[in-house]
């Protein structure tokens, strides 16, 4: 059970949420509540859902029905205000590649935060995003795409946001840098932020979140403990489901 | 947030290679070009001087003789170069620079320093209006083109919405910066020059067309970098935007100049010279009204005096005579000379006009008017050359009027009467009939400043990734 505030409130609510492109429906209602302090693992395969269901959360999609809130805003009514709530870190980080990792850090961070953060401040983040020092400087041109995904977790690490949205986060890190991931979600996680990873890494979800979300069709089909399940059963679980509603389907 | 984004767009500005490589080409060739425009303009300006000089000297110092003669005998009128003529030589390269000033005709002007370019012509000059009105929004179409295109192409667009950063501010961010760069190019230069201007003591009325000229490019590349920025933040990549912005830059540039001038000239036709002389000259042959007017005159002048024959007249009525019959023309050269002109100024107010489709033709009429070189002001020289060919023929006139023939002897006038004969000193119209005369030019760079920006102000805060 999500943990909700005064009002009722989640800091992630997704109340009936329907989108159809075409023919294809993404989300057939989806409901789903995640509290203060929680990691929401949302596991699917590719076509779920998961995406638009970010992006509906983003304010970048416009859903045919349902409600979206962040921090207890409404994202369709209020997008901007919703968004100041979040720390958003997406598949493929992008970043300015003439910049350095420390002057794309401060630039995202300069633009969307209320106060500036200090330089040494900014090195703290990169460095619990896992950037080594030598790297703060270098052009980001010269990063591989687990650095650049680095800077792209030290720009959400900086938000420092009640609410983090991550897609695919660990797409391109290395082992050790995504065990730190991890060990910073969970500690984010301790402080009370919110967290909803859309991820396909089964074993990786297992490890950090508090709970986890099988969607398929657009429409959550299960949610599992990740505390009373192994990561053998997690992923027969995920399996039967997905194939047992495409199965349905053909 | 405005100065943190400025100076990142400028940072990435200044890392970029290939803005040193179009900056260095342009400089190149604005350097170029402002040495050689400077060049062009000294001499002319220099020939103008020795010219006029030596013309009114030749006038003073002829010798005794008939006033008649002396009108024959005639002065050239020289048009000085434009006074921002080093910016924009506009037309003046192809316009006549001197009038023959005579008796009984409105003559032609003379002599193109087109003429002495060569072969050189075919290949036109690369003058610093050129470089600001068609080769720096080609700068500004490759740096803006991306601008906003190349951050949804890359993500980063995404991101920084999800950051929470407001579009309308960020998309104001870029085009402050792209300003700032564009005015860290040209303010520098453009104060450089009002320094000369004003070190070499030069007339108020240039260093006015020459703050008007700086509002003008700031209008003009105003528009054109709105215009790049509302193309890039409608467009899904940066391939689209900068197909669609190196289209309207082609055609404003290349293709409607040419295109428009021809259908000017085909709506509002010209005569040939031979046509025109063809015109004049059977006007011209009209004289029975003139003979009219003469036969009347005489038998005032007879009756008042008392006397039979114009010969006993106490005044040479030969002198009436000619004044009568200059009077008599200046109608047919009226009729003549303003229809040509002004068939060549509606072709010009035409071309202002298509600047609506095409911004670089208002920029170039609005230019080369401040400039002073341009059809407005070469009417507006040949005008004043003819007024003066005019009060010089009344002064000879008049005193062919006053002297009759002595004795069998016709009056011989001297250097007294040369002096009376006031020197041609020409002066440009001023900056605020320039400016109205250019009021279509200005009105369309005016609206295409506008429109690009409602059109950003409509899109910018609803940006998506």
């Known amino acids: 059970m999500a943990a909700s505030d005064a009002g009722g409130h989640c800091p992630l609510e997704l109340i009936g949420l329907r989108k159809r492109f075409g023919p294809v429906q993404a989300l057939a209602g989806l409901d789903l509540r995640v509290g203060a302090g929680e990691c929401y693992a949302l596991l699917g395969p590719n076509g779920a859902g998961k995406t638009t269901a970010l992006n509906i959360l983003l304010g970048f999609l416009q859903p045919d029905a349902g409600t979206a809130r962040i921090a207890a805003v409404d994202v369709q009514a209020d997008p901007d205000r919703a968004r100041r709530n979040l720390a958003y870190i997406p598949e493929q980080v992008q970043l300015y590649p003439r910049l350095s990792g420390l002057e794309n850090l401060a630039y995202f961070h300069g633009l969307g935060a209320s106060e500036a953060m200090a330089d040494a401040q900014l090195r703290d983040c990169l460095r619990q995003a896992g950037l080594t020092d030598t790297a703060h400087d270098r052009r980001v041109h010269t990063y591989s795409k687990g650095m650049r995904q680095k800077v792209g977790i030290a720009i959400a690490l900086a938000r420092r946001a009640p609410v983090m949205l991550l897609d695919e986060p660990t797409s391109g890190l290395d082992p050790e840098a995504a065990f730190e991931l991890n060990n910073s979600l969970r500690d984010l996680a301790a402080r009370g932020v919110t967290i909803l990873m859309a991820t396909h890494d089964l074993f990786r979800a297992r490890e950090v979140a508090s709970r986890i979300g099988i969607l398929v069709a657009g429409r959550l089909q299960q949610e599992v403990d990740p505390a009373s399940v192994g990561g053998a059963e997690l992923e027969s679980l995920y399996l039967a489901a997905v194939r047992d509603l495409l199965g349905r389907a053909s | ?465």
């Open chain 2, 1 to 465: 947030m405005i100065a943190r984004l400025v100076a990142k767009e400028l940072l990435e500005l200044r890392r970029d290679g290939r803005v040193w490589m179009l900056l260095a080409i342009l400089g190149v060739l604005a350097a170029g070009a402002a040495l050689s425009a400077w060049q062009q303009v000294r001499t002319q300006h220099a020939a103008w001087h020795a010219a006029s000089a030596g013309e009114q000297e030749r006038w003073l110092a002829q010798d005794e003789k008939h006033p008649h003669s002396a009108a024959h005998y005639g002065v050239y009128a020289f048009r000085p170069p434009g006074p921002l003529a080093a910016f924009d030589p506009g037309l003046d390269p192809y316009l006549p620079v001197t009038v023959w000033m005579e008796a009984h005709r409105q003559n032609e002007a003379l002599y193109r320093p087109a003429q002495d370019a060569g072969s050189a012509v075919r290949f036109g000059r690369l003058t610093p209006a050129i470089i600001v009105g068609a080769l720096l929004p080609l700068l500004i179409v490759l740096v803006a083109a991306p601008a906003i295109s190349g951050e949804r192409e890359r993500g980063t667009l995404r991101q920084l919405l999800a950051q929470g950063v407001a579009p309308g501010r960020w998309v104001l961010g870029k085009g402050l910066a792209l300003a700032t760069l564009l005015a860290g190019l040209l303010l520098p230069l453009w104060l450089l020059v009002a320094a000369v201007l004003i070190v070499a003591s030069a007339p108020l009325d240039t260093l006015a067309r020459w703050l008007a000229a700086g509002a003008l490019v700031a209008l003009y590349l105003g528009g054109f970098l709105l215009t790049c920025l509302f193309v890039s933040a409608c467009s899904r990549s940066v391939r689209t935007a900068l197909l669609v912005l190196l289209s309207v830059w082609a055609v404003s540039t290349l293709i409607a100049p040419r295109a428009v001038l021809e259908w000017a000239q085909w709506r509002h036709p010209t005569p040939s010279s031979f046509e025109f002389r063809q015109a004049l000259q059977a006007d011209l042959r009209d004289r029975s009204e003139l003979d009219a007017r003469l036969a009347r005159r005489a038998a005032e002048l007879l009756e008042a005096h008392g006397v039979d024959r114009l010969e006993q007249l106490p005044v040479n009525f030969d002198g009436f005579r000619l004044q009568a019959a200059e009077e008599h023309d200046y109608a047919v050269f009226d009729a003549h000379f303003g229809r040509l002109h002004d068939g060549y100024l509606a072709q010009e107010r035409l071309l202002q006009w298509f600047g609506v489709l095409a911004p670089y033709l208002a920029f170039s009429a609005a230019s080369s008017g401040l400039s002073g070189t341009d059809l407005l002001h070469y009417r507006h020289f040949a005008d004043s050359a003819e007024q003066h060919r005019r009060v010089m023929q009344e002064v000879l006139n008049e005193a062919i009027y006053r002297n009759p023939e002595v004795d069998g002897q016709r009056y011989l006038a001297g250097p007294e009467l040369w002096a009376i004969v006031p020197k041609f000193e020409y002066s440009a119209p001023s900056l605020g009939r320039v400016i109205s005369g250019h009021a279509p030019a200005f009105a369309v760079l005016t609206g295409w400043l506008l429109l690009p920006l409602m059109g950003l102000l409509r899109v910018a805060p609803r940006l998506q990734p």
